[in-house]
């Protein structure tokens, strides 16, 4: 268990590197108005729908990085999953800012508020650009993690957290002859933050031998198939069970947002809650998915890997005990956070906003541990069967429950919290018994 907290605290701490750029421009959303809190919740909703979708596919390359750091050709072998993994950057980054651009579209069509929706787009003009940077954040993070220089990741957070923090105070309220810029001026400092990350990843990582001897992508206008179809057929799984999951979430958000603005800013809040604490069990995740890759070199399965699919799990409950308990004590004080200063009349706001967040705390066990047994199926390169499971009880468990408790019972927009839960309950106990009635195709001793 020593090495899956050592490795899942590197990956805890990059996770938290986007999730701290974005909890800081939704605090000071709501520090603005609720209209402006909102308004950032639909966009947000919908970038992190695009950034996990691809972000995913390079989570997916973790046991193709260690495969070749590990094999005898490491040199070529390295430089062609790195020069794969940048094109994936490259081709993500396109794809998205060609989605992003048409946000207030996208938005009316599922009939939002037009002002909510023109705003949300005004965010999304400056925040789209940060997407790019913020998924090569995440492939430079694995390189690095793996060749054991995880605490770059850390320093660079670190750095950029603070930046971040004074970029947004600045931006959105303005400073000497700086104007006052608000939500745009929020995605201004998203997109600074995220590139200066990446460029610190990349300074401090030339101080690790290995990274600074290797070549990381050479012609990357020559597409490896015979790579690249691999890497593919891995990840698209891992991409689909993450936008699955996201996309939900999104969709749960539009259904929310026909009940009004304030309980569209409360589940706003609870979403940014929920996107801070998922990045511990998401780490641990992540730390799995390498520590089985290294377990199981080639995909031959051993006791050992067996060893670190448990620990991680039991990493993960305990400190998905302690979580659960902290949200639900205090889920007040939470919300209290994201409360514009100054203002009376957010007492509705604050009411919806902790019970949801309760709520959240209730499911939250479930959700982190179904995410630490994909992150152990990914290591094992079983990604299809997860994926299945994983859509099965989002959409005809989870998505018809929420809807019912929403519209057939006075729980209304708790009730979207309520079927998701349970569909969260069901994915995970359905993993769980995967995991422990799984038989690998070969084994090796010890």
Known sequence: ???????????????????????????????????????????????????LLFSGLLVSTI??????????????????????????????????????YFTKEILVFFGQDLLLSLEAQRYMNSLMWSIGPAILFVH????????????????????????????????????????????????????????????????????NPQFRERRHCIKLMVVRWWLMLPILKNGIPVSLTQANDTLLFFILTIVVGKFGVVALAAHGIAMQVLQVVFTIPNGISQASTTRISLCSPLGLYSRRTSDAGWSALWLCWIVLTVISLILIISSNDIVLLFVARGEGGNDELIMLSSLFVSILGIFHFFDGS?????????????TVFPMLLSIICFWLVGLPLALFFAF??????????????????????????????YKPSAQVAT
């Open 140 to 207: 430079l993070r694995n390189v690095l993690s793996i060749m054991g220089s995880a605490r770059y990741a850390v320093i660079a957070i670190i750095i950029a957290a603070i930046f971040n923090f004074v970029a947004n105070l600045i931006l959105i309220f303005g400073f000497l002859w700086i104007p006052a810029l608000g939500l745009f001026g929020a995605g201004i400092a998203t997109t600074l933050t995220n590139i200066l990350l990446c460029l610190l990843l990349i300074i401090l990582g030339l101080m």
């Open 370 to 382: 179904q995410m630490v047994l994909l992150g152990i199926f990914r290591g094992l390169k079983q």
């Open 63 to 100: 046991p193709f990085i260690t495969d070749a750091l590990g094999s005898k050709a490491k040199e070529e072998q390295y430089v062609s999953v790195s020069t794969s993994c940048v094109q994936l950057v490259v081709a993500a980054f396109l794809i998205c800012l060609s989605i992003l």
């Open 1 to 51: 268990m020593r090495e899956s907290f050592r490795l899942s605290l590197a990956f805890v701490f990059g996770n938290i590197a986007h999730v701290i750029i974005a909890t800081t421009d939704v605090i000071m959303a709501g520090w603005i108005s609720t209209e402006a809190l909102a308004a950032s919740t639909l966009a947000q909703g919908l970038y992190y729908l695009l950034f």
């Open 408 to 437: 057939y019972t006075d729980l209304e927009a708790a009730g979207i919290w309520c079927g998701l839960g349970l569909g969260l309950m069901a994915l995970f106990s359905l993993l769980l018994f995967r995991w422990i009635r």
